[in-house]
């Protein structure tokens, strides 16, 4: 096929990447830093994929910013303990090594700047679980450092932003929660208020990048900076594979097909989410399962290396990273989703029934675990209840709590409201002797503080995401109080977790186990070494990181020392002026 090229497209690369998520962007600019030239793809108008809608934060034991173990094994420990004799003791390894030196070369050699999140693990019950925290996520980003090309940046999900768009971390939602409660928090509450309402004011917009957002926004900013040639609206076609070695990739621009050539390709374009033929593969409930990615994240990376001799993982715990999702059909076809995190279900007062009526899950546990606990026990759609007073005081879903309305949302059908519990069953065409009976026992743990059916408030993940205001248990709080109210929960996920079998350094195997020669895969488009498990908070960006690293420096160390055009090469277009060259993209 004879090679075209626009200008600033050579029609040979040492590296193309091809997704620009926290994983293709993290590999990009890793190689750039280590002198070699870099295309990366990405299908839509905009980059960031999953991550920049993701809560940012990466598991990544051990590195500087994390409490020191006392026992430096004991995030092995925890990951054997959950995941059993399939585990894959090298990978894992990996993972966690590479970890620790992916984040000290970016904040040496990018402008990424990643801190504490703080926060147990998920399953403290299980040896070696970490209870100060070994998750980063990153520090605020100013995006008026990209000049135009913040436009570039995919925005939040408008579900889990306030005020007009104001983005939030953990800080933020603490300090505002208790701003009439606190000076410390109003003053706080006060100057974000100011500077987000001065930002729509002058700019249209916020330009505090928080959470995923911000480490898209600083990887942008590295990558641009650095010379990385980046295509949007750029949808990657096939590999090309000379002698058994890939060799580059066919993409399409402005309608026209592409060949660059290149060393190395690196596949991280975001999973299967959004395909529905594979979601009806790889998880059950598959109808009424909600997935909060892109729709454009349809396997294309999968698909292209199982052409030339890739293969699927089999055997995970599971092939998805899950979570309940509630959603709002607004009349002009609208859909909104909010993923039930653990801002709702976690705090006093709140409980999650069946068809039945019944519990059958610790309302606090993690989000992953919450969805599993729904397909064993057949709660699709399940319904997460509160009444009056614990709607007014933490919300539900999309609805915030005191002073923000919520009538709106009843009128539209997302938030069901009833005088009693009773009628409230009725309305949601669930048992009402089941559910008021629930309800009585767990006003009774409410007043005890002890859970005798599902512990919730006993372990410390979840008492982490109750009130601590509130007592005796900060998860458990009696349900009494009218009108009572109820969203419906469906099964979800914010990622996949099966992916493609990879090596130590993140290389395609084929089914001999053999590497590809050429070709990498990291972020979802890879196998996640947790099998599904879904360890802790940051579980699918911290291997995401890591193997892009990895990935990145094998690809570098493999070639030897680089070109002097290469070491040389300076940025295509200056952050400034960036437009999107040579693809259907304008930032005027």
């Known amino acids: 096929m004879q ?17 620009s998520g926290i994983a293709g962007l993290t590999a990009a600019v890793v190689a750039r830093a280590l002198g070699r030239r870099v295309l990366l793809l990405e299908k839509t108008a905009q980059v960031g994929g999953t991550s920049a809608t993701s809560g940012g934060a990466a598991w990544l034991p051990g590195n500087r910013h994390v409490p020191a173990e006392t026992d430096p094994e004991a995030p092995m420990t925890y990951l054997a303990h959950l995941v059993g004799e399939r585990m894959d003791a090298a990978q894992v390894r990996a993972w966690l090594e590479g970890g620790i030196e992916a984040v000290d070369f970016l904040e040496q050699h990018s402008s990424v700047r990643f801190r504490l999140y703080g926060g147990a693990d998920y399953r403290t019950d299980v ?10 996520y990153p520090e605020p980003f100013d995006d008026r450092q990209l000049g135009k090309a913040y436009k570039l940046i995919k925005n939040p999900l408008p579900a889990i932003t306030v005020f007009h768009g104001m983005q939030t971390d953990s800080r933020d939602l603490a300090q505002l929660s208790a701003a009439l409660q606190s000076p410390g928090a109003f003053l706080y509450s006060a100057r974000r208020l100011f500077k987000h309402y001065s930002d729509l004011l002058l700019y249209g917009r916020s330009t505090r990048r928080q959470r995923g957002n911000a480490l898209i926004g600083m990887l942008l900013k590295s990558a641009l900076d650095s010379g990385v040639d980046l295509r949007v609206n750029a949808p990657f076609i096939r590999l090309i594979q000379d002698a058994g070695r890939v060799s580059g990739v066919v993409f399409e621009e402005n309608g026209v097909r592409q060949e660059v050539r290149a060393g190395a390709v690196v596949l991280a374009s975001g999973g299967f989410s959004g395909d529905p033929v594979m979601r009806a593969a790889h998880t059950a409930y598959a109808a009424e399962h909600i997935g909060l990615p892109p729709e454009s994240n349809v396997g294309d990376g999968l698909r292209r290396a199982m052409d030339v001799g890739g293969r699927m993982a089999q055997g995970n715990v599971s092939d998805y990273c899950r979570a309940p ?16 995190f653990r801002l709702d279900r976690c705090k006093p007062g709140a409980i999650v029934v069946d068809a039945h009526g019944r519990r059958f899950v610790n309302e606090a546990c993690s989000y992953h675990d919450f969805v599993m606990a729904m397909h064993a026990a057949g709660a699709v759609p399940a319904y997460l209840i509160g009444d009056q007073r614990f709607l007014r005081k933490y919300g539900i879903g999309l609805v915030r709590p005191f002073p923000f309305p919520y009538r709106s949302f009843v009128r539209e059908g997302y938030l069901v409201q ?6 409230l069953a009725e309305k949601l065409g669930i048992d009402a002797a089941g559910l008021q009976a629930s309800v009585e026992r767990l006003n009774g743990y409410a007043r005890t503080g002890v859970d005798l059916e599902f512990r919730k408030g006993a372990d410390i993940y979840s008492r982490g995401d109750g009130d601590p205001a509130h007592g005796p248990n900060p998860c458990l709080g009696e349900i009494a109080q009218g009108p009572f109210y109820a969203v419906r929960l469906y099964p979800g996920d914010s990622s996949t977790t099966c992916g493609l079998v990879t090596d130590t350094h993140a290389r395609v195997l084929d089914a001999d186990n053999a590497p590809i020669p050429g070709l990498y895969a990291c972020g979802v488009d890879m ?14 960006l911290g291997p995401a990181i890591a193997f ?26 200056a952050k400034s002026e960036w437009t999107g060259a040579g693809a259907a993209a304008t930032l005027d």
């Open 527 to 540: 196998n996640n070494p947790s099998l599904g498990t879904h360890p802790a908070a940051g579980c699918n």
């Open 325 to 340: 999702v509630s959603v709002l059909r607004r009349k002009n076809g609208e859909v909104v989703k909010h993923p039930h």
């Open 127 to 136: 040896p070696g679980a970490g209870i100060k925290g070994r998750t980063v």
């Open 418 to 423: 009833a005088p009693t519990l009773a009628a």
């Open 3 to 19: 090679a075209s090229t626009f200008p600033n497209l050579s029609a040979n690369v040492d590296v193309v990447v091809v997704g």
């Open 548 to 573: 892009a690293y990895r990935a990145a420096r094998h690809i570098v160390d493999s070639a030897g020392t680089p070109s002097a055009a290469s070491q040389n090469a300076k940025p295509a277009r």
